[in-house]
């Protein structure tokens, strides 16, 4: 995630969240899949309003996959159970890992640009599990993230293999013949 | 709605079914999520809060959120917002805009907002420039930025709206950035709890007129320095700082202004709405 730490929030990251309890940690796993789902949902259609359907339909299938992950969570271990404030959750960055941050879009983004920013997403929520599992404070906790490790190791190969379709984009990917800075 | 249910509000039952049209990668995007993420954590329910805006980008937030609300005059969403406050102490009344709507247009009414302390939280996002009229420079635009429109800047000394907002008399003051939705929110949520009038400046890049302000996501850092109540010890930070601190910076202990018919229920003279003479002697005295 670019940026520097957000405002002082009490204590933050994944060695502060190993060190709570199986349900924070559920909450945390659960608030990664639900902001993902929805930020993948909000860029979808940012890229179809701008015209750019091929990056916009993407984006609606990444929305899909992190929903889907959400209720399996909710399902399986109720994840969704434990009511969290604004202020229990213990992010590191500026934002839950896996989100793609506003600000990284482009209207003219192609689709190796847009599952190369989903990767990097895929790759943080990773280190995040595998840094609880590390410094977990119970057994328990850290079967589980590693179980939930295990499958973000697993979407960023596929989301890899996915990029890996796409051709690199030209140089001038961004020229626009009609710019809104036109004056 | 009971405390039950409101307690299971999400930040999606604040947003509406309409979409933002603002272009991909604008900050107001985050600060939307960070207001609808507050709403939320505050748990009142849409029906009980107003979003009051004025004109320009940033202003046509009230249409994307679900709560009522009222899409104004250009510079005039702190006048509506606190009539609206006035007559309507139950509701939570949130003022939105951006800086040129607020600072320039709405200026006067930006001191006197201050001034007055209605309890009102007004949410400033701030990308230096117009963007809807294509990239003038508005009164926070630094003096040298070049572009087509101003070619060399300005060289005029840009507005320092926290410390105006200091001197005019808020009641709370914070800067925060759209590229922190998650402590935007909190800060929203401290804000719209604290009595009387709530500054928040959120520095929300314009990727289209100002792309440079891309690299904004890098040189914010939390205050240094844990909320003072005293306004001078304010004044002198922000006035000091590098205009990238985040956090709350001020907050004081000013009784939030509210007119005495409206804060006992009863009517004011005249029938049910109040009539310019209760407004005369409250806002004259």
């Given at each position: 995630m670019s940026g520097p730490e957000g405002p002082k929030r009490g204590d933050q990251g994944p060695l502060a969240i190993a060190a709570t309890d199986r349900e924070t940690l559920l909450a945390h796993a659960y608030a990664i899949e639900q902001e993902a789902a929805e930020r993948y949902e909000a860029l979808a259609e940012q890229m179809y309003d701008c015209g750019n359907e091929e990056v916009a339909g993407l984006f609606a299938k990444l929305a899909e996959i992190e929903a889907k992950h959400a209720a399996e969570l909710s399902l399986e271990h109720?994840?969704?159970?434990k009511p969290m404030a604004l202020a229990d959750f213990m992010w590191e960055g500026l934002q839950s890992p896996e989100v793609i941050p506003?600000?990284?879009?482009?209207?003219?983004?192609q689709p190796h640009q847009a599952l190369t920013l989903a990767l990097a997403a895929e790759r943080r929520a990773l280190l995040f599990y595998e840094a609880v599992a590390g410094q977990a404070a119970n057994e328990d906790m850290r079967t589980l993230a590693a179980e939930f490790a295990a499958e973000e190791a697993e979407h960023v190969r596929l989301v890899l293999e996915w990029q890996q379709r796409y051709p690199e984009p030209e140089p001038d990917w961004d020229d626009d013949m009609d710019p809104p800075m036109s004056l | 709605m009971t405390a039950e249910t409101a307690r299971r509000?999400?930040?999606?039952?604040?947003?509406?079914a309409l979409k933002p049209v603002w272009c991909p990668g604008c900050g107001d995007f985050s600060i939307l999520s960070a207001i609808t993420m507050a709403m939320a954590e505050i748990a009142r329910p849409p029906e009980e809060v107003a979003v009051i805006s004025g004109i320009g980008c940033s202003s046509r937030v009230p249409a994307y959120t679900n709560c009522y609300g009222f899409h104004g005059v250009h510079g005039r969403a702190l006048p509506l917002a606190t009539g609206l406050k006035l007559s309507r102490p139950d509701l939570l009344v949130i003022a939105a805009g951006g800086d040129g709507d607020g600072y320039s247009i709405g200026g006067n009414h930006f001191l006197h907002a201050c001034r007055r302390n209605v309890d009102l939280t007004y949410i400033v996002m701030d990308n230096q420039v117009y963007g809807m009229t294509k990239g003038q420079p508005s009164p926070t635009t630094p003096p040298e930025w070049d572009s087509a429109m101003v070619p060399g800047g300005t060289g005029l000394r840009p507005f320092h709206p926290l410390v105006i907002a200091l001197a005019a008399g808020a009641n709370f003051v914070a800067r925060a950035f759209s590229g922190d939705p998650s402590g935007t929110a909190q800060i929203l949520v401290d804000a719209i709890r604290h009595p009387g009038f709530s500054l928040i400046e959120i520095l929300s890049p314009c990727v289209t007129f100002r792309p440079e302000e891309r690299e904004w996501a890098k040189q914010v850092h939390p205050a240094a320095v844990e909320e003072t109540g005293d306004r001078a010890q304010a004044a002198r930070r922000v006035l000091t700082d590098d205009g990238f601190n985040t956090g709350i910076l001020y907050c004081g202990d000013r009784a939030p202004y509210q007119p005495a018919f409206a804060a006992s229920g009863m009517e004011p003279a005249g029938g049910g709405a109040a009539g310019n003479a209760d407004f005369d002697m409250e806002f004259r005295p």
């Open positions: 109720g994840a969704a159970n506003f600000e990284e879009m482009h209207y003219l983004m | 509000l999400t930040a999606r039952d604040y947003k509406s």
